[in-house]
Structure formats: C-alpha cells, structure tokens
C-alpha cells in the first residue's frame, strides 16, 4: 500500500500496526521505456449543421529510453490517416521493445571497485534490510545489458522487474492535455478498431489512465 493511498480514518489504533512502510519495492526498478506524444488537428466546418469536426494532421512521438542506445528516438508523421499512423508506429514500438526486454544476458563480470562496494554492503540497495542468512546477499543486473547494478537481498532481486501490463511490458505513453483532447482521438480510434481498452479513472492521485 503505498503511503498516498492511506487516508487519516484507515489509521490504527496507537501501538497496533501503525508504522506506514513502503512495501512495493518492485516500483524501485526503473520503467525502461516512455513515450511522450502529441497529436496536432485542423479543424473541418460543416456548412450542413454548423458543425466542427477535429481531424487529426499529424503527431510527434519521443520515445526517452535508460538505454542510451534507444534514447531520444523522435518520431514525426504529418499525412493522411494519421491514426492509422500512430496506430502501426505503436505497434512497432511495442514489438520492437518486446524484443529487446525479452533478452537474458548473463551478467558481465564485476569491476574491481564494484567487487569492493558488493562485498563491504551490509544492507540491500533497495529495502535497507540487512543481509540475514536467511535473505541473502545478491547481485542484482540488467538482464539486457548485462550490467551489474548493486547489492539486494533475495526478496527485491525477485521484485526488481520490467513492469507488465495485460501481460505485456509497462510502456507509458504521455500526451500533452491527454484527458481533454488527445485520449478522445485515441479511444474513439481504437474502439473503431475493436481493441479491448482498460481505464484507470481519475483516482485520488489525480491520474487518469487507459492501456
Ligand atoms: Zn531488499
């Protein structure tokens, strides 16, 4: 439970359970993909019943990446069906990003300053727990490129993972003013193409989501 969802009436008694602890170490792990976006319209009049559509007329997509390799790829469309654009160029990307997460590199060997700083930890990088007997030291890597990141116990090395989402690795998309303009050609697009929409509403964090 993380600490923002806690509200003062959920709160214990003194003395019984109430310590707040943030418990979803696994948010530690950073997402290795975001893309922020934009769509741009021109507005078309109907004479007939004074009408004004917005069409889309292009979109630019920036795709930030912890990879420097796959950083900063910017992604411009300006054309016709610019939705059917966007759509293949996510479905692109989530192939392309599907590949490189899937990978399993074993993990490159050590620097002898990161030998030191692994031997010497006490604590896990991520928790603050001491390493026990029972929660083992370990090294905790990149599985796609295959660097060594710190020192974890047993239980975060488990944690420590791309995210998913419907089964499928976490990539969040940012639009500018998502909520009130972009998300309408979105969800209107997607639900023509008969695509099954999860929504996140607006919750007490002011977050409004849909994948
Ligand atoms: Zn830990």
């Known amino acids: 439970m993380s600490a923002t969802s806690i509200t003062a009436d959920k709160i214990s008694d003194s003395g019984k359970d109430d310590v707040l602890k943030f418990t979803k170490f696994y948010y530690h ?7 922020y976006a934009d769509f741009e319209c021109f507005l078309e009049k ?16 920036l795709m930030v990446s912890i990879f420097e390799e796959h950083d900063y790829k910017l992604h ?16 692109q990307e989530e192939q392309r990003i599907r590949t490189i997460l899937n990978q399993n590199n074993a993990m490159i060997e050590l620097t002898e ?37 710190g020192q974890v116990c047993q239980s975060c090395n ?3 993972k791309c995210r998913t989402w419907n089964n499928e690795f976490f990539v969040p998309c940012f639009f500018h ?4 303009y972009d998300s309408h050609l979105i969800i209107k697009y997607l639900h023509k193409k008969e695509s099954k929409i999860t929504v996140t509403p607006s919750n007490t964090e002011q ?5």
């Open 158 to 160: 488990l944690q420590l």
């Open 29 to 35: 792990f950073p997402v290795p993909f975001v893309i």
């Open 177 to 180: 003013n998502s909520s009130a």
């Open 46 to 61: 109907s004479d007939a019943d004074h009408s004004v559509m917005h069409v889309p007329s292009g979109f630019c997509a």
């Open 207 to 211: 977050s409004i989501g849909f994948g």
């Open 113 to 149: 300053d990161q030998n030191i700083c692994h031997k010497i930890a006490t604590v896990c990088g991520t928790c603050k727990k001491e390493f026990t007997a029972i929660n083992f030291k370990m090294r905790h890597h990149c599985h796609v490129t295959g660097r060594y990141i």
């Open 76 to 91: 411009c469309y300006s054309g016709k069906n610019v939705m059917d654009e966007f759509y293949n160029y996510m479905n």
